[in-house]
């Protein structure tokens, strides 16, 4: 029984909150454990989109934990930055897409848990930033990777060196995040969002993920091949048969919402 993951199932969608309000949601050893363990126990036969949040109204995750980190050696230090890109790691690769539903404070390895996922929406009252500087150490949970690459290496650069904090609506214009809404209505949005990917064709999305991150770490004759093959995978699901089948169906026989399956 995980103490500070709380994970819930609804239809097609999961949800994952990160619940350790007290601390602000700050990422220790154990919370990234039990992370982890919820990842691998996410049953991709029936979910199909995943949110990702924090608990309380204040903060989404207020970073790496600085009182765990503070003591650490040189040797645990590394195998701390390792847990953390490990865990990291499995989400942007999880199979199915996941929204980070930002409630807040996304500081550190708040803001580079939230840039692991696949789509990040916020509310009015979230803060992003990268402080690592001035705790006298670098974004450790690939800030400096993710963050060049989602918004601009000029403005990464000078939101990484000047340890500035920003502001939801910044977040947004610098293309950081998709969407800003009012605190009450961020959830809601996260799962009619999901809702909306779970209706789709699985595998489909599935491919369309893979064929986005995998294609983003070459060049574009290598990524326009891993498209091509995806693509080519689909023709052998049931998927792209009802999907097509029901376009070309008479009138009459079409349904709105294909019932797609996971195959
Ligand atoms: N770690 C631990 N505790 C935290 C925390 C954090 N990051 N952030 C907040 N808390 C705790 C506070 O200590 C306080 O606990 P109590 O004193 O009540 O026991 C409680 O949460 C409430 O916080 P505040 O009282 O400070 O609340 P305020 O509203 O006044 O301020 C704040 C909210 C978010 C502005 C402030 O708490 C704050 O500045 N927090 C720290 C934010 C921060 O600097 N985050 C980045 C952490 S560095 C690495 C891999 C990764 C990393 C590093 C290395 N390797 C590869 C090795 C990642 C680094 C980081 O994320």
Redesign the pocket.
Known sequence: MAEFILYEVDGAVATITINRP???N???SQVLDELDATLDAIDLDTVRCVILTGAGE??FV????????ST?TKAE??A???K??DVFRKLETLPVPVIAAVNG?A??????ISMSCDIRICSENA?F????V??G?????G?TQRLARLVSPGMAKQLIYTAR?IKAEEAYRIGLVNAVYPVEELLPAAKKMAAGIAAQAPIAVRNCKKAINDGLQVNIDEAIVIEEKLFGDCFETEDQKAGMGNFLAPKDQKVKVVDFKNC
């Open positions: 007290k601390a602000l700050a990422l220790n204040k903060s207020a970073g790496a934990d600085i009182g765990e980190m650490l230090g590394e701390f930055g390792k953390g890109n404070f500081l550190g390895g708040g803001c580079e803060v930033g990268q402080p690592e001035g705790l150490i670098t974004p450790g949970f800030g904090n």
